[in-house]
């Protein structure tokens, strides 16, 4: 990449940061978790970049994908939080996640996601391949006598693409993918006190572009010009909802789903409902790597 390039991974790896720890920051007994959300998107529009995808919190047994609808009123009390979040700019995207246990009691958990990211952090050079980085990452969170959720991965980055070849597993997949310098990789260790594969449960609130094309229904219409305005990243059904209505949303998205012009994205929950944590950073792969998402 050139300089302009790389100075715009670095703004959204710090936007993105910003917004986790600003995030974090607000995740407390008693919180709404939509106006967390509502919160966190603001701050990163504040800053000057634009959605990567919608932030997201997750509790206890689900890993990730669950967001917020306009009528969820939900509040946090004792669970185990996952907060994710994602900053653009001109394409070039930060990706970051954290978990805050209400609990307390779950520490151990916190810090084998955590420290597994470190250990994989500690092998990213270019030539290295993706399958031992997973290793990593399965023996540290193994070491603290949880698994890693293995149909849960980190990925690469490329310019509005969130999720390009390789994946980054968290597990010793056996894949001899091997990094290149200049890549922009994800790095994400999911933690579990269960068996370690996740399913898709509930209702999805996260949606994405596939191919939109022309429809006669006139609130359809509307809503695809919105939809446009997301360059083709991931977007949340709460956006759609301030914008425009509930009873619009639901049917333009139905429409969308029914014409295969959009994705959902379902809430992933651990199959045996086991606790999950989360840690994550975007990582510009170098000869001595750079962590975009590092807390300033």
């Excluded at 900053?87 to 307390?104: F, H, K, P, R, W």
């Excluded at 470190?118 to 603290?144: D, R």
């Excluded at 509005?160 to 597990?171: M, R």
């Excluded at 949606?207 to 609130?219: D, G, Q, S």
Aim: with cysteine; charged share 30%; aromatic share 6%.
């Amino acid at each position: 990449m050139d300089e302009k390039e790389r100075k715009d991974w670095i703004e959204a790896g710090r936007v993105a940061a910003l917004a986790r720890d600003y995030g974090a920051g607000l995740v407390k007994k008693g919180a709404r978790i939509r106006e967390i959300l509502d919160k966190v998107e603001e701050k990163i529009k504040a800053e000057g970049a634009t959605m990567a995808f919608p932030a997201q919190i997750s509790l206890n047994e689900t890993a990730a994908h669950s967001c917020a609808s306009i009528d969820d009123d939900n509040m946090l009390t004792d669970e185990v939080v996952k907060l994710d979040v994602g900053a653009m700019v001109n394409g070039a995207v930060g990706d970051t996640a954290v978990t805050i246990d209400l609990s307390g009691q779950n520490a151990e958990l916190l810090k084998a996601s955590k420290e597994a990211f470190e250990a994989a952090f500690k092998l990213v050079k270019p030539g290295i391949s993706v399958s031992e980085i997973g290793k990593a990452i399965e023996q540290k969170i193994q070491s603290f006598g949880f698994e890693p959720i293995r149909n849960l991965s980190g990925h690469t980055i490329e310019r509005f693409e969130l999720h390009t070849h390789p994946s980054i597993p968290n597990y010793d997949s056996g894949e001899n993918f091997k990094l290149e310098k200049g890549q922009v990789i994800a790095i994400e260790p999911f933690a579990t006190s269960g068996v370690g594969r996740v399913k898709e449960v509930g209702l999805p609130n996260i949606f994405m572009e596939l191919e939109l094309k022309p429809v006669r229904n006139p609130i359809t219409r509307q809503i695809i010009k919105e939809i446009k305005g997301f360059e083709g990243m991931p977007f949340a059904r709460r956006w759609l909802e301030k914008k425009f209505s509930k009873g619009m949303a639901t049917l333009a998205l139905s429409e969308l789903m029914r014409l295969e012009m959009i994705k959902e994205y379902k809430p992933l929950v651990e199959q045996s409902q086991g606790l999950v944590s989360q840690y994550e950073h975007t990582v510009l792969v170098l000869d001595r790597p750079i962590i975009l998402t590092k807390s300033k």
